[in-house]
């Protein structure tokens, strides 16, 4: 079928959301698309909390927050981006609070701040309170308002609709075409549908799956980062991803910050609170890249836990009230999923690959763009994880994904309404979804070849995992390389054993594990080629940061051998580079 | 240990009518049942269909009945279970495809109950006040993931389809009680018709299933309450 709507929005987390919201407000035809349920979106496990510079409880300005956000991300950040993003965080928060946001209170009604890794007051001095939040379920609660403000405004969903291309006008990207729409998949019957529109937000979110330990959910796949990389659009800094410090020990799932903010240490086995060796200053509370090396470091030094790849998080001092209040849902997850009672034991933890800095490059108004110059592509747009604005640069600090999510997810929208508002709609495109029915029928149709999709994901995100990590050298990178090579062409011959089109959801991990092979492939390729350390991406072959060679952002192109590099200037507007010490 | 995971399946494409399917599974005591639902479609059969997502309880995508009580199976470990574990779709919802369950009627009745802040007074500069003891007022019932393990556990349910269900009343007693909120009024008066509240039967199943630890009981008495006071 071929639905003409004027916006298309893929993916209903908080970015997405916030689009649609937006483009409902201004009276846009706009169809939401999301291969799960709304409520079921990557938001929704954000725990910890929002910053924005309310000063609620403390002296706090947004300049500072700009600050820490670039000092944060190394300097790889863009500076008129991270301005935009904390001007903006406060009145996106208030307006969140406007739509029913349940935040925690302060004794006299204001929304509550708590602290957060590597936000600061002037300019690095101390820990500030700036993270809003609900509990430790602030991703949550900002899922479920944006998806009752949509259903207030009568947002229209398909749920459980895979998006699988998208539409040009006029020629590829790359060619000056312009955005047409998508296909999409509805799982439910595994028809092919075409969605066509003026403006088409991209809101797939991260792509952590590729790692063996990570907190990502399953479906995190990077379908929209990889589909613009197979329609010729760059895709920018893919070397840097986060290892965030608390993961539950052999699966990942997250410990928030917030465990930290709140006053939590971390112990090696000799009962230090080795972070003073590391940032005497922040001590636990500084930026993850840094205290997942640490970690790393003690682990090496043979003082993990009984001389194994994990350390301690200790929350036993906080007491039961602090505790059950604040932390409930982190607690329950130490209680549940490693048996380990926080009220009374230190929780094994270890760095679990959590957030992409990287992605589909993006002016600050949301709009893709397809190289050095920035040119933009008319009626593409990209907010959120999947997004590279960049405001994380080099390394994210804590609860910057969700403030980045609602900034850029807000001005998405209402630069699509502006947009859609002043072009026609593109003219239905013959035999749109040919390409895609034609690679899917391929998997299906395949005999029995021995190459399945759940052993090459496996081996993938063991390789990543292992060779691509929180520490990189250019010989492991080297193999990792001709690893992913290898796995891509035995995902060329991959075959499944469903045959029917209802919830075909072997047919679906085949494809979305070709996304996965399409982005790690330039994950390596960019990291191989940066021959510095950086925020998240630390060379151990190149210690140091090398800003005379290296201040800026990777552009990677897919080319007929792998990814083509070219390199974009970081803009740097209040705060020169200096060496980053916490 | 080896445990033996029986699984209820159902392709509508080549089935009449579910059946079972017993696999042998290796694991650790610790491991999930999604863990080991997706170890079935790695090594098992690839064609095996269940909803799964975050992983670890948040998203609400893996509600399943297990050994008889609906769980997350993201959640539910082997060493709470034992050696014999049964997997079935959740009942009451028309099944798709084995442990995947039709979710629209469901998501219909939430939205049927308003779930969203009602409050067309001006809005001020900065952020509305509201007292710590009014936040924890409504504080349990922000807690819902919409997993549906309430509502398709509730023997109400299973006799009227219509009901609106406990799902639908924890989101509206999340409004009702908050504040800020001014449409107690018109949400009342959906749930005090034939299909809200009044079908309850205080059987706490709901609370049983309940994965968020909500009690969900208790919020529906609050809302009945809240219907007999304003007609009283």
Same mark, same amino acid.
């Given at each position: 079928?071929?639905?003409?709507?004027?916006?298309?929005?893929?993916?209903?987390?908080?970015?997405?959301?916030?689009?649609?919201?937006?483009?409902?407000?201004?009276?846009?035809?706009?169809?939401?698309?999301?291969?799960? &349920?709304?409520?079921?979106?990557?938001?929704?496990?954000?725990?910890?909390?929002?910053?924005?510079?309310?000063?609620?409880?403390?002296?706090?300005?947004?300049?500072?927050? $700009?600050?820490? *956000?670039?000092?944060?991300?190394?300097?790889?950040?863009?500076?008129?981006?991270?301005?935009?993003? #904390?001007?903006?965080?406060?009145?996106?928060?208030?307006?969140?609070?406007?739509?029913?946001?349940?935040?925690?209170?302060?004794?006299?009604?204001?929304?509550?701040?708590?602290?957060?890794?590597?936000?600061? /007051?002037?300019? @690095?001095?101390?820990?500030?309170?700036?993270?809003?939040?609900?509990?430790?379920? *602030?991703?949550?609660?900002?899922?479920?308002?944006?998806?009752?403000? !949509?259903?207030?405004?009568?947002?229209?969903?398909?749920?459980?609709?895979?998006?699988?291309?998208?539409?040009?006008?006029? @020629?590829?990207?790359?060619?000056?075409?312009?955005?047409?729409?998508?296909?999409?998949? =509805?799982?439910?019957?595994?028809?092919?549908?075409?969605?066509?529109?003026?403006?088409?937000? %991209?809101?797939?979110?991260?792509?952590?799956?590729?790692? =063996?330990?990570?907190?990502?959910?399953?479906?995190?796949?990077?379908?929209?980062?990889?589909? !613009?990389?197979?329609?010729?659009?760059?895709?920018?800094?893919?070397?840097?991803?986060?290892?965030?410090? *608390?993961?539950?020990?052999?699966?990942?799932?997250?410990?928030?910050?917030? #465990?930290?903010?709140?006053?939590?240490?971390?112990?090696?086995? %000799?009962?230090?609170?080795?972070?003073?060796?590391?940032?005497?200053?922040? $001590?636990? %509370?500084?930026?993850?890249?840094?205290?997942?090396?640490?970690?790393?470091? +003690?682990?090496?030094?043979?003082?993990?836990?009984?001389?194994?790849?994990?350390? &301690? %998080?200790?929350? =036993?001092?906080?007491?039961?009230?602090?505790?059950? +209040?604040?932390?409930?849902?982190?607690?329950?997850?130490?209680?549940?999923?490693?048996?380990? +009672?926080?009220?009374?034991?230190?929780?094994?933890?270890?760095?679990?690959?959590?957030?992409?800095?990287?992605?589909?490059?993006?002016?600050?108004?949301?709009?893709?763009?397809?190289?050095?110059? /920035?040119?933009?592509?008319?009626?593409?747009?990209?907010?959120?994880? !999947?997004?590279?604005?960049?405001?994380?640069?080099?390394?994210?600090?804590? *609860?910057?994904?969700?403030?980045?999510?609602?900034?850029?997810?807000?001005?998405?929208?209402?630069?699509?309404?502006?947009?859609?508002?002043?072009?026609?709609?593109?003219?239905?495109?013959?035999?749109?979804?040919?390409?895609?029915?034609?690679?899917?029928?391929?998997?299906?149709?395949?005999?029995?070849?021995?190459?399945?999709?759940?052993?090459?994901?496996?081996?993938?995100?063991?390789?990543?995992?292992?060779?691509?990590?929180?520490?990189?050298?250019?010989?492991?990178?080297?193999?990792?390389?001709?690893?992913?090579?290898?796995?891509? #062409?035995?995902?060329?011959?991959?075959?499944?054993?469903?045959?029917?089109?209802?919830?075909?959801?072997?047919?679906?991990? #085949?494809?979305?594990?070709?996304?996965?092979?399409?982005?790690?492939?330039?994950?390596?390729? /960019?990291?191989?080629?940066?021959?510095?350390? =950086?925020?998240?991406?630390?060379?151990?072959?190149?210690?140091?940061?090398?800003?005379?060679?290296?201040?800026?952002?990777?552009?990677?192109?897919?080319?007929?051998?792998?990814?083509?590099?070219? &390199?974009?200037?970081?803009?740097?507007?209040?705060?020169?580079?200096?060496?980053?010490?916490? | 240990?080896?445990?033996?995971?029986?699984?209820?399946?159902?392709?509508?494409?080549?089935?009449?009518?579910?059946?079972?399917?017993?696999?042998?599974?290796?694991?650790?005591?610790?491991?999930?049942?999604?863990?080991?639902?997706?170890?079935?479609?790695?090594?098992?059969?690839?064609?095996?269909?269940?909803?799964?997502?975050?992983?670890?309880?948040?998203?609400?995508?893996?509600?399943?009945?297990?050994?008889?009580?609906?769980?997350?199976?993201?959640?539910?470990?082997?060493?709470?279970?034992?050696?014999?574990?049964?997997?079935?779709?959740?009942?009451?919802?028309?099944?798709?495809?084995?442990?995947?369950?039709?979710?629209?009627?469901?998501?219909?009745?939430?939205?049927?109950?308003?779930?969203?802040?009602?409050?067309?007074?001006?809005?001020?500069?900065?952020?509305?006040?509201?007292?710590?003891?009014?936040?924890?007022?409504?504080?349990?019932?922000?807690?819902?993931?919409?997993?549906?393990?309430?509502?398709?556990?509730?023997?109400?349910?299973?006799?009227?389809?219509?009901?609106?269900?406990?799902?639908?009343?924890?989101?509206?007693?999340?409004?009702?009680?908050?504040?800020?909120?001014?449409?107690?009024?018109?949400?009342?008066?959906?749930?005090?018709?034939?299909?809200?509240?009044?079908?309850?039967?205080?059987?706490?199943?709901?609370?049983?299933?309940?994965?968020?630890?909500?009690?969900?009981?208790?919020?529906?008495?609050?809302?009945?309450?809240?219907?007999?006071?304003?007609?009283?």
């Amino acid at each position: 079928m071929d639905y003409p709507f004027d916006a298309i929005v893929v993916g209903a987390g908080g970015a997405g959301l916030w689009a649609a919201l937006e483009l409902a407000r201004e009276g846009v035809n706009t169809a939401v698309l999301t291969k799960l &349920y709304p409520t079921r979106s990557h938001t929704g496990t954000a725990q910890g909390g929002v910053c924005a510079a309310l000063g609620n409880l403390e002296e706090d300005h947004w300049e500072w927050h $700009m600050f820490d *956000t670039v000092k944060g991300g190394d300097y790889l950040v863009d500076q008129d981006a991270a301005e935009v993003l #904390a001007r903006e965080a406060i009145e996106t928060v208030i307006e969140l609070e406007h739509m029913g946001l349940p935040f925690n209170r302060t004794p006299d009604g204001k929304i509550d701040q708590r602290r957060f890794g590597g936000h600061t /007051s002037n300019y @690095g001095e101390a820990p500030v309170r700036r993270a809003c939040f609900a509990a430790d379920r *602030t991703g949550h609660m900002i899922l479920q308002t944006l998806y009752q403000q !949509c259903i207030k405004h009568g947002v229209r969903f398909f749920d459980e609709f895979g998006v699988v291309d998208l539409l040009f006008d006029g @020629g590829e990207p790359g060619a000056g075409g312009r955005a047409a729409g998508v296909v999409a998949q =509805r799982l439910a019957d595994g028809e092919l549908h075409t969605f066509r529109a003026k403006a088409v937000l %991209l809101a797939t979110g991260g792509f952590g799956r590729m790692f =063996r330990i990570t907190s990502n959910a399953h479906s995190l796949t990077g379908d929209g980062v990889a589909l !613009c990389y197979r329609h010729g659009i760059p895709l920018q800094d893919m070397e840097f991803f986060q290892f965030h410090p *608390t993961g539950i020990v052999g699966i990942g799932i997250l410990l928030s910050e917030a #465990a930290r903010g709140e006053g939590g240490t971390l112990l090696n086995d %000799l009962g230090e609170r080795f972070m003073e060796r590391y940032a005497p200053k922040l $001590m636990e %509370l500084a930026p993850r890249d840094m205290v997942s090396r640490a970690m790393y470091q +003690e682990i090496r030094a043979g003082r993990g836990i009984g001389g194994k790849d994990y350390l &301690y %998080l200790d929350v =036993r001092h906080l007491g039961r009230k602090v505790i059950e +209040e604040k932390l409930p849902d982190i607690t329950d997850f130490a209680r549940i999923y490693q048996g380990v +009672e926080p009220l009374t034991e230190p929780v094994p933890v270890q760095p679990t690959a959590h957030y992409a800095m990287g992605g589909i490059p993006t002016n600050v108004s949301a709009e893709v763009t397809r190289d050095e110059k /920035s040119t933009v592509v008319p009626g593409l747009f990209a907010a959120g994880e !999947c997004a590279c604005v960049s405001v994380h640069g080099a390394n994210r600090l804590g *609860t910057n994904s969700l403030v980045d999510l609602l900034v850029f997810g807000r001005r998405a929208g209402r630069q699509m309404a502006r947009y859609a508002g002043g072009v026609e709609r593109p003219r239905p495109i013959p035999n749109a979804v040919e390409p895609v029915r034609a690679e899917l029928e391929a998997i299906r149709a395949r005999p029995s070849s021995g190459e399945s999709a759940a052993a090459i994901r496996t081996e993938l995100q063991a390789e990543m995992m292992d060779n691509v990590g929180v520490y990189r050298d250019g010989k492991l990178l080297t193999a990792a390389l001709a690893k992913v090579r290898e796995l891509e #062409a035995r995902h060329d011959r991959i075959s499944i054993t469903d045959c029917g089109s209802v919830f075909n959801t072997e047919l679906i991990e #085949a494809r979305e594990l070709g996304y996965l092979l399409d982005i790690a492939h330039v994950t390596v390729s /960019s990291a191989l080629a940066r021959t510095e350390s =950086r925020g998240a991406h630390s060379r151990e072959d190149y210690p140091e940061r090398d800003d005379k060679k290296w201040l800026k952002h990777t552009l990677a192109y897919r080319g007929t051998d792998g990814p083509t590099l070219r &390199y974009k200037d970081v803009s740097i507007t209040r705060f020169e580079p200096k060496p980053r010490t916490y | 240990m080896n445990v033996d995971l029986r699984i209820l399946r159902y392709d509508p494409e080549r089935d009449k009518a579910p059946h079972w399917e017993t696999y042998a599974v290796a694991v650790d005591p610790m491991d999930r049942v999604l863990d080991l639902l997706i170890k079935v479609k790695a090594e098992n059969d690839g064609s095996l269909s269940f909803r799964r997502s975050c992983g670890h309880g948040i998203c609400g995508s893996d509600a399943m009945l297990i050994n008889g009580r609906n769980r997350l199976a993201c959640r539910i470990r082997v060493d709470q279970l034992g050696k014999k574990i049964s997997v079935a779709p959740l009942p009451g919802l028309p099944v798709v495809k084995d442990l995947i369950v039709e979710m629209s009627g469901f998501f219909g009745k939430y939205r049927s109950v308003k779930p969203y802040l009602i409050n067309e007074s001006p809005e001020p500069e900065r952020e509305r006040r509201q007292s710590p003891a009014d936040r924890a007022r409504y504080d349990d019932t922000t807690k819902c993931i919409l997993c549906a393990a309430c509502t398709s556990a509730c023997p109400s349910f299973w006799a009227r389809p219509e009901y609106v269900g406990p799902a639908a009343i924890v989101q509206a007693h999340r409004f009702i009680f908050d504040s800020r909120d001014e449409g107690a009024a018109e949400r009342l008066e959906i749930l005090s018709d034939e299909n809200g509240v009044w079908r309850c039967r205080t059987i706490f199943n709901c609370v049983d299933a309940c994965p968020r630890g909500i009690n969900i009981t208790r919020a529906i008495l609050e809302v009945s309450s809240a219907i007999v006071g304003r007609r009283g």
